[in-house]
């Protein structure tokens, strides 16, 4: 067995549902890797466990990736699990703000892995970060909008939103990715060195965890039931089938549920373009130093490619 520590940018929830399914099936132990999930713990950049001895996959945001291989970092992505963000901003519905626009002047409260995309998306409608005041915030989401110290907060659009509706708020969600920040999020990368060492592995690890995203989309109650019996036993059945659906057309994109991780070079340069237009990185580089498909271009490009069901 060969042992792989897989580092969440989240809790174990529905987020990572395909991955846990598949844990709990014994996929993973089947195919000879003995698979540590770890959960996300506060302030930590996933990108900076790949600098741990050892063979480490991560789930990261792509501006981490690229910020990451800028500092020298010998990673890739190997594989993407959402084709958008799921990064947006939530309001009350009494706040009157519906839109980007509509931000100019007001308190806007983000997480680490969020500057980025309010940067960015401010950008699209002619604002500067200047034009609203940013500050970091906690995960305290209910007290955050009672207080009501801040206009916005950042969220993902297919987590918090349902969970706060389930507790009575009436808000707006603004995702980032309806308002031109298409990125890649939850995108799974590893060093060069393991990549080297283990590309079998690496293969069956990426099959069996889209394997398991389709299982748990085709039966998102029992993936449900998997997730919160299992790994979050703080949460309900209910809630987590309705992440699961939520996370669908995250998912696929345009591309399917017969591609899930695929990535597209084109959409990696225009995040790698993003981010120096905005001095985050000072020296753009071309995708391929950052991401490659070897691996999904090997599962899909197979001839007899089967899927569990």
Known sequence: MLPIKLQLDWKPNAQFAGILVAHHLKWYEAHGIDLQICPWAPYL??????KESGNVIISTEDNLLIRGRENGQAIKAIATMMQYSGIGWITLKSSGINSISDFKGKRI??????ETAIKITLGQFGL???DVEIIEIGYDYPQLLQAGDFD???CLVMVEPIELADEGFEIQVIPAYKWGYEVYSQVIATSERLITAEPDTIKGFLQITFDGWRYAFMHPQEAANIVVSQYLHESNE????KLIKALYPLFIGQLGPEKLGWMDTSRWAKSIEYLTNYNVIQQPFQPEEIMTNYFMEQIYGAE???FRS
Do not use: W
């Not at 950049?45 to 790949?50: G, I, K, S």
């Open 45 to 50: 950049n996933q990108v900076d466990v790949l």
């Open 304 to 306: 007899e490619t089967s």
């Open 128 to 130: 500067d970060p200047n």
């Open 238 to 241: 209910p809630m987590q089938e």
């Open 109 to 114: 409260g983000i997480h680490g892995d969020g």
């Open 152 to 154: 916005a907060i950042q």
